[in-house]
Nanobody
Framework: QVQLVESGGGLVQPGGSLTLSCAASGAINTMAWYRQAPGKQRSLVASIATDGTRSTVASVEGRFTISRDNAKNTIYLQMNSLEPEDTAVYYC?????????WGQGTQVTVSS
């Protein structure tokens, strides 16, 4: 059983920055960040493979950066130039041996 714990969310003004962290209880493999805004489905934001290969959706390209620290079993999401449309609960995700694991989520609110 893998446990994922997100942190780093909060309230930020438009144009501001936040860094989210996701700590896993064990070794990590391919990891991803998802988000779910009110009334919308959960959607992929970014992913990072074990070799460091990254993928980011177009709506956050150039503003969000996913990274990982294998020694700490942790991934990060650096979010810059935040927009009100980025407001959502952000979830960490990992697939291990065919099972999907999710964290509890961390709220990010972008508002003036």
């Amino acid at each position: 059983q893998v446990q994922l714990v997100e942190s780093g969310g909060g309230l930020v003004q438009p144009g501001g920055s936040l860094t989210l962290s996701c700590a896993a209880s064990g070794a990590i493999n391919t990891m991803a960040w998802y988000r779910q805004a009110p009334g919308k489905q959960r959607s992929l934001v970014a992913s990072i493979a074990t070799d460091g290969t990254r993928s980011t959706v177009a709506s956050v390209e150039g503003r969000f950066t996913i990274s990982r620290d294998n020694a700490k079993n942790t991934i990060y999401l650096q979010m810059n130039s935040l927009e009100p449309e980025d407001t959502a609960v952000y979830y960490c995700n990992m697939v291990s041996r065919g099972t999907q694991y999710w964290g509890q989520g961390t709220q990010v609110t972008v508002s003036s």
